[in-house]
């Protein structure tokens, strides 16, 4: 038997149309995650993007199931380095919109309204915010490119030796 790894469920979390003209954009993903992406510069036949990701606590970022892909004039290009994002540190959960959500209604004080014992007994989970460069190549083109980051799921199989000349996409 061989071993065979197969990505599938690939679905797109947030594309970036033109992300030259993007540089200091920040994108909100559909979980609540937020992409900004911090400097983008080109030299030539690459592109280099600087990328912060504060993803949330419920959906974590994973080098294993996300990556970022550049589509040049319709065809996907990954990273020439793979090594991409690093964890650079946590923020809290309640940022200043969270707590101004969570104070009540105007005038109904916002000290008084926040259970702050609950917080203090159960602290909601931080964002955790990843950073890095990340550097495509980019041929000659430069209309319609698109950042993307992407999510698919790796299943793991076996196939039988008798297709071990079976060439893979």
Same mark, same amino acid.
């Given at each position: 038997?061989?071993?065979?790894?197969?990505?599938?469920?690939?679905?797109? @979390?947030?594309?970036?149309?033109?992300?030259?003209?993007?540089?200091?954009?920040?994108? !909100?993903?559909?979980?609540?995650?937020?992409?900004?992406?911090?400097?983008?510069?080109?030299?030539?036949?690459?592109?280099?993007?600087?990328?912060?990701?504060?993803?949330?606590?419920?959906?974590?970022?994973?080098?294993?199931?996300?990556?970022?892909?550049?589509?040049?004039?319709?065809?996907?290009?990954? %990273?020439?380095?793979?090594?991409? @994002?690093?964890? *650079?540190?946590?923020?809290?959960?309640?940022? %200043?919109?969270?707590? !101004?959500?969570?104070?009540?209604?105007?005038?109904?004080?916002?000290?008084?309204?926040?259970?702050? +014992?609950?917080? +203090?007994?159960?602290?909601?989970?931080?964002?955790?915010?990843? +950073?890095?460069?990340?550097?495509?190549?980019?041929?000659? +083109?430069?209309?319609?490119?698109? !950042?993307?980051?992407?999510?698919?799921?790796?299943?793991? *199989?076996?196939?039988?030796?008798?297709?071990?000349?079976? %060439?893979?996409?």
């Amino acid at each position: 038997m061989l071993p065979v790894e197969v990505l599938v469920r690939r679905q797109d @979390l947030v594309v970036v149309p033109g992300p030259v003209r993007a540089s200091g954009k920040r994108f !909100l993903l559909s979980d609540g995650s937020q992409l900004r992406l911090t400097h983008v510069s080109r030299r030539g036949r690459w592109l280099t993007v600087g990328v912060e990701l504060t993803s949330s606590a419920a959906v974590p970022f994973d080098r294993e199931r996300h990556v970022f892909e550049l589509v040049v004039q319709g065809r996907r290009r990954r %990273p020439y380095f793979e090594g991409g @994002l690093f964890r *650079t540190g946590s923020r809290p959960a309640w940022g %200043p919109e969270g707590l !101004l959500l969570a104070g009540g209604p105007p005038g109904g004080g916002l000290p008084g309204a926040l259970p702050w +014992a609950g917080l +203090a007994l159960n602290p909601p989970a931080g964002r955790t915010v990843w +950073a890095g460069s990340l550097q495509f190549e980019t041929g000659e +083109a430069t209309a319609g490119l698109k !950042l993307a980051l992407v999510h698919f799921e790796r299943r793991r *199989t076996e196939l039988p030796f008798e297709f071990r000349d079976l %060439p893979l996409p």
